[in-house]
């Protein structure tokens, strides 16, 4: 059919033209990202060794827009160690001095996790829940950067 485009077999799929699209975007935040969005991608199933499932692209282009907002709403935005879970999500991981916070997709939002070490080491754990557009997260992160006072602080 004339001026009709058709995937053949040696097309990329969606998911590859999904994965390419996240690491050109991931490059604009942070070179390191475009490496670990290649390299979450690439996980197939029992990547842990047992049953861990691969990330989807979904939850892995939630996780870099995520990051993406982050960047643009504050200056100093510092990368998070990111890892994939078991079960296809990803975890956003960032530790400072005396705090450390935790964000990680789920399937109705965003699970989030702060830890608030005190002068004597004691740790205390506060937790929440964002939507999905992930928009709440940024008050959590500021919370981790000592900018908000939003969670108890020792």
Do not use: N
């Not at 991931?26 to 990547?47: N, T």
């Amino acid at each position: 059919m004339k001026g009709t485009a058709c995937l053949d077999a040696g097309d990329p799929s969606l998911s590859q033209i999904g994965t390419g699209l996240l690491v050109a975007l991931s490059r604009s935040i942070a070179p390191e990202l475009a490496v670990k969005v290649r390299e979450l991608s690439s996980l197939e199933e029992g990547w842990d060794g047992e049953d861990g499932s691969p990330v989807r692209v979904d939850v892995l282009a939630r996780a870099v827009m995520l990051l993406r907002l982050l960047k643009q709403e504050g200056s100093g935005f510092t990368m998070p160690f990111i890892a994939p879970t078991f079960d296809g999500s990803v975890l956003l991981d960032w530790t400072g001095p005396g705090r450390t916070l935790e964000v990680q997709t789920e399937p109705g939002g965003w699970s989030v996790v702060g830890t608030l070490t005190s002068a004597d080491g004691r740790k205390q754990y506060l937790s929440a829940h964002c939507d999905l557009t992930g928009l709440g997260t940024t008050k959590y992160y500021e919370w981790f950067r000592d900018e908000l006072l939003l969670w108890p602080t020792v």
